[in-house]
């Protein structure tokens, strides 16, 4: 039972994803060409992601893997696997970062990511009716308020910080006031939620001086 909520959760993952990757494209004031190009560039990243996880999900299990590999392949990834392909894909972002320009691409990934993160928290509202969960659909409808109110008046660094921040203070209030505190079904660890803080905020800052 457990595994096919796991399953589920995966598909609403998955249909969210690519929800908010075409509502992105609706919305997008760019020519077909360039929205084409972004796209790809943004599906391509989510393409990492998914193999970064399988990867996560290998080395986890190494030893079950050796064994039977289809039974590690076939099981739904947990939230170690999520860390391990966020690290992954961010540090594939900055490897990429001269053939990529990472200020213009954060700024098309993040709407998707967070467009998709309300769509996908709608879908387990609708399914649980869980406090909890509505209060995850709240916070990511702020922070793509947020998105939105400050894109066309800040820089973009500046408004990538003010998102960090606010994801920062809103993810920690709801750790300490809730049993859990999850990203697209994935339990975050406090280790994991500074770390992610400390470690994108670096690189915001390194940003900001080479420029």
Request: proline share 3%; glycine share 2%.
């Amino acid at each position: 039972m457990a595994t096919v909520a796991k399953f589920i959760s995966l598909a609403a993952l998955l249909f969210s994803i690519v929800a908010g990757l075409l509502l992105y494209y609706w919305m997008m004031p760019a020519s077909k060409e360039e929205k084409k190009k972004q796209m790809e560039e943004v599906f391509n990243f989510f393409i990492n992601f998914v193999m970064f996880m399988w990867v996560g999900k290998v080395i986890l299990n190494f030893s079950v893997f050796i064994k039977d590999p289809l039974a590690v392949l076939a099981y739904p990834a947990n939230s170690a696997s999520f860390y391990l392909a966020i690290i992954g894909s961010i540090l594939l972002l900055i490897l990429k970062r001269k053939k990529v320009k990472l200020s213009a691409f954060i700024s098309i990934l993040l709407p998707v990511v967070l467009m998709a993160s309300v769509i996908f928290e709608f879908i387990q509202f609708l399914q649980d009716r869980n406090f909890y969960t509505l209060m995850n659909l709240i916070f990511y409808m702020i922070l793509v308020a947020i998105f939105y109110y400050f894109n066309e008046h800040v820089s973009e660094l500046s408004l990538f910080f003010a998102l960090l921040l606010s994801w920062l203070i809103g993810t920690l209030l709801m750790y300490y006031s809730q049993p859990y505190v999850s990203f697209f079904g994935y339990l975050l660890s406090l280790p994991f939620i500074l770390l992610f803080f400390l470690f994108n905020a670096g690189v915001l800052i390194y940003m900001k001086f080479k420029r």
